[in-house]
């Protein structure tokens, strides 16, 4: 299918991709299936960031207005609401991990003044998993919205973004959901969509996108306006069919293999006395492991692991393992035996 797209993008220009560009009613109303919103209600954009920045830069703040993020976010979910202090907007950071941004820790930072929370539903640096559904119920009774980064969580867990009580979600595709860089998902709830105003703006956001010279028209009436120009098409058809292949394979049970891989992991690695970052236990645990092992480089010892073909993410601070649905129990063990012969 990919192959078809880039070959007729190639032979026809615009034209080759123009099926894409029909289809995209369907391609929305799929993606929405997958996270239980409605069509109307999904956008594509080229990132994570794109979809943090739509919100952040389009509610109308006042001086004094006030967020909450936590202070061990990825750029991508903080780099977007930070910017926002320069408008006067007082960023409430949550001193994570000593601090997880459970429903009490959230409680205690909500003031009068606070209109959005911001959280990643799995943390980047060490997996840490968020109760979404009970800090939508916190953040609600304060008068705000929750906004969720799932790029980590997407593509191993089920969400149903409704049931969860979550007001904008967005994510790439590129890691979890198995789909290409340079496309993402943005969820916006259809009411509240009557209070983000759509800053960036492109020829493909107003209503009738193909009457080019009617200036005044309209937005388009749906989340579409927050897309603006030109759309990855090929990258939009690989997320429509990684998600075929997921749901295929069921999410729920995807989810059930990585805690096991990870579970796995953890207690192989305490074996072999590494010092675990990630926080385990039910409904906390994810597909992400962070570890060090005393006296070793991090660095060092990731590269080595990469030149016997064991892909890990290596930093100074230590190792990230993060296993997916395809990955087995031998390819831990595997993972474990090296560490034990550096």
Known sequence: ML????DAHAAEGVLGVAPIE?????????????IGARADEIAFLRNTADGANVIA???????????????????SNAYPWLALGDEGVNVRLVHSPSERLTPDVLARHLTPRTRVVSVSWVSFADGYRHDLKRLADVAHDAGAILCVDAIQGLGVFPLDVKASGI???????????LGLQGVSLLYIERALQERIAARWRGWRDVADMWDFLDYRQPLAPNASKYEGGTLNYL???SLAASLDVLEA???KRIGRHVVALTDRLVERLRALGAEIDSERGP???SGIVTFRLTGTDSVALGRKLRASDIVTTYRPSGIRVSPHGYNTESEIDELTNALCAS
């Open 57 to 75: 830069r389009g509610l109308d703040w006042r001086p004094g207005d006030e967020l909450v993020l936590c202070d061990n976010e990825f750029g």
């Open 249 to 251: 394979a069921q999410i």
């Open 3 to 6: 192959k078809g797209v880039l």
């Open 235 to 237: 990258g939009i058809a």
């Open 283 to 285: 409904d906390v645990s």
């Open 167 to 177: 007001d904008a979600l967005y994510a790439g595709a590129a890691k979890w959901l």
């Open 22 to 34: 029909g289809n995209l009613p369907q391609y929305r109303d799929r993606v929405g299936r997958f």
